[in-house]
């Protein structure tokens, strides 16, 4: 995937999730704000707002768990288009991120 460590990635993951939860998620921009409140953010927005530095490391990995690719194929798929999908539910991107943690922390651990 790159050099940045699956943990990390998988936090980011995790906390991004989180941070959807408990903020809110939206569709078309990677953040919204209310008198200057965050008041919701989109699978991408999340990412950076926990760790702009493995952005990119980020969403390749959740692009590639998406899109069932090894963890190693680096390639863009259009993580913000599938966040912007109509008809796409906050759940479904909380689901798809928490799950891709887990899946990077199992791949992690040695057989």
Do not use: F
């Amino acid at each position: 995937m790159s050099s940045i460590p699956t943990g990390e990635v998988a936090d980011v993951l995790e906390q991004a999730a989180d941070l959807i939860e408990t903020v809110g998620w939206i569709q078309g921009s990677e953040e919204q704000r209310d008198n200057g409140i965050v008041i919701g953010y989109c699978a991408i927005g999340a990412m950076r707002a926990v760790n702009c530095g493995i952005l990119s490391a980020t969403e390749h990995a959740l692009g590639n768990w998406l899109w069932g690719l090894p963890n190693h194929v680096i390639i863009h798929r259009g993580v913000a288009n599938w966040n912007d999908q109509p008809g796409r539910r906050a759940a479904e991107v909380i689901d798809a991120m928490k799950s891709c943690a887990k899946d990077l922390r199992n791949e992690a651990v040695p057989s």
